[in-house]
């Protein structure tokens, strides 16, 4: 009975709403955030068209997608668009990667993402209005951390936050697969980091060895003057069953901070 309903869970994607207050914003901004669909063995193009509905039903200006988009190497066939469906969208989707897209190919996922009209962001800056909208690799935090989740490349998060030509006085979000390196973002006035990678545990007991592993586990956190938000996904990884957590896609009202 708890793996029937285990696996009904992780196949229906539940809107969580948040309403976060943005310095510097002049009007409010309707997006969604999505992240960790795990595209493979067991989620295909049903589960893309399922998500995008999601998404338009939700009436958003802009998508925000924060990596693991594959799981394995089964979509990446000669005519199988797993990614149609995205094409579909009018507001504009950006999207950076995480470990498990760096395992499956990650040229071949911005390939695919590329082909879907998706905006990819590696450490790069984009706007929307006056919105800033940072979108970084996945990458340690520093150079002085070490994470199986993260390739030993030479670059960093403070790296990054560091050489980026970052408008301090205007109203930003980062993008990272993982929610690390908040304090070199704090240092550049960063307002809000969506991330994902958690998956809040996926299942019991599983759920409460993630809050011990990851300081921001699932849901909004507040560090000084910034703030954090962890999705715990639309997918799931190893087997396609929650127990404990939702899939979820996340509507964010991003509102001006009076």
Known sequence: MLSIYGVWNAYTIQVKE?????????????????????LG???????VEKIVRKIKELHPEIVFNT????????????GNDVLEA????????????????????IEEVIKQMKSANAIV????????GELQIIGLNNMLADRHTFDIHS?????TIADVMHELEIKQ??????????PDGVKYMQQKDVDL???GHTHGGQLFPFTFIAKLMFGYNNGLYRNGTMQIYVSEGTGTIFTPIRLGTKSELTLLKLIPKI
């Open 18 to 38: 948040l309403t976060i207050p943005v310095v510097g914003l002049k009007r409010e901004i309707r997006a969604v955030h999505i992240t960790d669909a795990h």
């Open 151 to 155: 390739t030993a490349a030479s670059e």
């Open 41 to 47: 063995n067991f989620r295909g193009k049903d589960e």
């Open 86 to 105: 995205f094409r579909s969208l009018n507001a504009p989707h950006y999207f950076v990667y995480g470990n498990h897209d760096e395992q499956v190919g």
């Open 193 to 195: 980091l969506l991330a």
């Open 67 to 78: 990596g693991d988009m594959f799981d394995s190497k089964s979509h990446f066939t000669d």
């Open 121 to 128: 962001l590696q450490n790069e800056i984009s706007f929307f």
């Open 169 to 178: 006085d205007a109203p930003t979000i980062v993008l990272h697969h993982r």
